[in-house]
């Protein structure tokens, strides 16, 4: 069975740190990305990275988001530093190749 189990939201003050981490299991899959949706906004792209290593982030992340893979775990990460109110959303895991499968999402709540 295809799944994504995601991991790591949560509070944090404006300026803090998270890591979101997403497993995938079932499959490999050649790009896998993170996308969020904020309250009353729609799912946006956040970042998203190929198997080879080629990432793409949305321009409101660049330089404070980073996103990377592990290949061997199937897994992919989202460090986001200096966070800031604006980031506060359900981020959603997302990993596409013959298949496009969505994470059930993890909170970030940035508190001012």
């Known amino acids: 069975q295809v799944q994504l189990v995601e991991s790591g939201g949560g509070l944090v003050q404006a300026g803090g740190s998270l890591r979101l981490s997403c497993k995938a299991s079932?499959?490999?899959?050649?790009?896998m990305g993170w996308y969020r949706q904020a309250p009353g906004k729609q799912r946006e792209s956040v970042a998203t990275?190929?198997?080879?290593?080629?990432?793409n982030y949305a321009d409101s992340v660049k330089g404070r988001f980073t996103i990377s893979r592990d290949n061997a775990k199937n897994t992919v990460y989202l460090q986001m530093n200096s966070l800031n109110p604006e980031d506060t959303a359900v981020y959603y895991c997302?990993?596409?190749?013959?298949?496009?499968?969505w994470g059930k999402g993890t909170l970030v709540t940035v508190s001012s």
């Open positions: 079932g499959n490999f899959f050649r790009i």
């Open positions: 997302n990993a596409r190749d013959v298949m496009d499968v």
């Open positions: 990275i190929t198997s080879g290593g080629s990432t």
